[in-house]
């Protein structure tokens, strides 16, 4: 079977060379394969998304998300209502309407307790939201930063984003120390989730491949 498929993913940076993997869609469907353009899991999927450092891939297929690995084999099944990928290890997942965080095994390391969460964690520490108040926790499910924010965002470096109910955006660090933004001060720190970007990426008049780091092709651009 002849296949026009889309690129849509950045080729694994961790791990051995052979386990690099790229998302790949066709016909609304999502898949993978291989450095060397080999279908490693067919399209089949409603979305695919690579979690951070670790051999998952957030899967949704129907109204349910699980998660498989380089190879495909499904080793969280499909029994969550939304799923976000792994991040240090733990990822937020829901279920009968609350998320917690369950390890890369599937167990369930932070109980079922919030009604959203932005991202996971990040710094050793994630954003959760109860009641339209958001606050962070520690990976032991600790409270370290209150509950009294209309939203929280990730920490991407020692500080992060927060939003007060007067709509007033400050920075806070791990203490839960609020700083009003300096852009002399702050312009360097990661603050803001960034735009998704995949470096090496190369679209020509025969359609869509990729490059190394070198310049040279590690894809060709004949997909569509």
């Not at 990976?139 to 007067?166: M, N, Q, W």
């Not at 933004?181 to 970007?197: A, I």
Request: glycine fraction near 8%.
């Amino acid at each position: 079977m002849k296949y026009s498929f889309f690129i849509f993913a950045l080729f694994l940076l961790f791990g051995c060379k052979s386990a690099q993997r790229a998302i790949i869609q066709s016909d609304s469907k999502y898949g993978l394969i291989n450095r060397k353009g080999e279908i490693v899991v067919e399209p089949q999927y409603d979305f695919i998304l690579k979690s951070n450092r670790i051999n998952r891939f957030m899967v949704k297929s129907g109204e349910k998300y699980g998660f498989i690995n380089n190879n495909g084999q499904v080793v969280i099944p499909f029994i969550y209502e939304d799923v976000n990928p792994y991040y240090e290890r733990l990822a937020a997942v829901k279920k009968n309407g609350k998320y917690g965080f369950i390890n890369h095994k599937g167990k369930v390391k932070i109980p079922f307790l919030y009604d959203d969460v932005f991202l996971g964690f990040s710094k050793g520490i994630s954003d959760v939201t109860i009641n339209d108040t958001s606050g962070y926790i520690n990976k032991r499910g600790k409270v370290v930063i209150p509950l009294k924010f209309e939203t929280c965002y990730p920490f991407l470096s020692d500080l992060a984003h927060v939003v007060t109910f007067e709509l007033e955006s400050y920075l806070t660090d791990k203490k839960g120390t609020l700083i009003k933004y300096d852009k002399k001060l702050h312009e360097y720190k990661r603050l803001w989730v960034p735009l998704n970007s995949y470096p090496g990426s190369v679209r020509t008049k025969t359609g869509r491949g990729r490059r190394s780091r070198k310049g040279g092709a590690i894809m060709a651009p004949v997909w569509s």
